[in-house]
């Protein structure tokens, strides 16, 4: 079954300093997709990245950059040089497939930034 | 362009009392979700529908029925609220039936049952 772990419950920083949240996954398919969201305290589930699994190339867009190493089943998120909007919690989910055939997403437990002045 | 809307933002309910949510989309997707969320729990998947006239179970189904009532909509429905179902739901809808694509949230409902 797939699994996300998320291991960090929560992260406290300093503006300006830079981040990094952890997300660990299994899974038995061979064609799988990771992703990032994030909850900031208004609530809503914001869509940050979807990656799959043949591409390992890391990914930079702005100060946010992510790290997607097959070998050791990996996601991680970077965000550099934090500011206040940055608080929020962070979710990873990796793709799962139903028993109907069909696909989901699993979620880790997320991760809860606090990034203060 | 809305997006997904979920309605009612907030609700409390007594113990034993039905509701639906409701959720509508309109991005055109396929696949719509109905998940909760809960304290430390992160997100979890209640039932789904990966196509007009389609529903399956997730994680948690029990205690909840859905329909998919046409492409646009997707209601989840409390027959008989318990304390067990105070949480924050949250509808997604996706791309193309069958296929991994990105999930998109509406601002979810926060429900408390007494």
């Known amino acids: 079954a797939q699994k996300v772990t998320q291991a960090q419950t929560e992260i406290s920083v300093v503006e300006k300093e830079d981040v990094t949240l952890d997300c660990v996954y299994e899974?038995?398919?061979?064609?799988?997709?990771l992703f990032w969201y994030k909850q900031p305290p208004s609530g809503e589930l914001v869509f940050l990245i979807r990656?799959?699994?043949?591409?390992?190339q890391n990914e930079i867009s702005g100060r946010y950059s992510w790290n997607f190493q097959k070998s050791t089943s990996s996601f991680n998120f970077t965000i550099t040089a934090s500011q206040v909007v940055d608080s929020a919690v962070y979710f990873c989910?990796?793709?799962?497939?139903?028993?109907?055939?069909?696909?989901?997403?699993?979620f880790g437990k997320g991760t809860m930034l606090l990034v203060s002045p | 362009n809305a997006g997904v809307t979920q309605t009612p933002k907030f609700q409390v309910l007594k113990t034993g009392q039905s509701m639906t949510l409701q959720c509508a989309q309109d991005?055109?997707?396929?696949?719509m979700y109905w998940y909760r969320q809960d304290p430390g729990m992160g997100l979890r998947l209640i039932y789904y529908?990966?196509?007009?006239?389609?529903?399956d179970k997730g994680e948690v189904p029990n205690g909840y029925n859905v329909s998919r009532l046409n492409k646009r909509e997707f209601s989840l429905r409390l027959e008989s609220a318990a304390p067990s179902q105070t949480s924050v739901y949250f509808c997604?809808?996706?791309?193309?039936?069958?296929?991994?694509?990105?999930?998109?949230f509406g601002p979810g409902t926060r429900l408390t049952v007494l």
């Open positions: 899974t038995r398919d061979t064609t799988y997709y």
């Open positions: 989910a990796l793709s799962a497939v139903m028993n109907s055939g069909y696909s989901t997403l699993t």
């Open positions: 990656r799959n699994s043949f591409d390992e």
């Open positions: 991005m055109n997707h396929n696949s």
């Open positions: 997604a809808s996706g791309g193309v039936a069958g296929e991994t694509d990105t999930q998109y």
């Open positions: 529908s990966a196509s007009e006239g389609t529903t």
